[in-house]
């Protein structure tokens, strides 16, 4: 059995992202590795406006008109995009699921560029019909922050997480 097989799926859904960077917070303050740490959500509408990207290595830092939007989980979590998809629109992803995008969006159709996300989150065991809901969450507007690790880092991570009061909160490839 391999390091991969073994690893399970923490996915919280929160309704803001101030929510999921409290949520983020919490994760670090319990020790858990912010590598294993992605961040995902749509709705970026803020009175704050953004004057560029900068890529320094597996780091992006989004600058705003009066400050960091997300400052602290851009210096925080480990790889940063920005992706524009049909049927979900435009997307920023912090943390492994970007890669995980990234690859199901490798070779795709153009068609099938909707569902990137859903392949990314089915790559890494998410049952089908968790992904749906996923989905129907981030077309919402609402924030999914997940950990990936051993069941362990699982545990460590759902005890963590569950006193930020997340809509949902679900463990997946116990």
Do not use: C
Not at 32 to 55: C, P, Q, W, Y
Not at 114 to 135: C, H, M, N, Q, R
């Amino acid at each position: 059995m391999t390091t991969e097989s073994k690893e399970q799926t923490v996915v919280a859904v929160y309704p803001s992202h101030t929510l999921a960077e409290d949520a983020v917070k919490a994760l670090q303050l319990s020790g858990v590795d912010m590598k294993r740490l992605s961040i995902v959500g749509k709705d970026f509408h803020t009175e704050e406006h953004a004057v560029g990207f900068i890529n320094a290595g597996d780091r992006m830092q989004f600058w705003a008109g009066r400050g960091a939007v997300w400052g602290g989980l851009w210096g925080t979590l480990f790889g940063s995009a920005f992706f524009l998809l049909p049927a979900i629109g435009p997307l920023l992803v912090m943390g492994p699921l970007v890669g995980w995008i990234a690859g199901a969006l490798e070779g795709a159709a153009i068609g099938a560029a909707a569902g990137a996300l859903g392949a990314a989150l089915t790559s890494v065991g998410i049952p089908e019909d968790s992904v749906v809901k996923y989905e129907l969450e981030v077309k919402a507007g609402r924030f999914l922050v997940l950990a990936r690790g051993d069941a362990a880092l699982i545990e460590r991570a759902r005890a963590a997480l569950a006193p930020t009061h997340p809509s949902m909160l679900t463990a997946h490839g116990a």
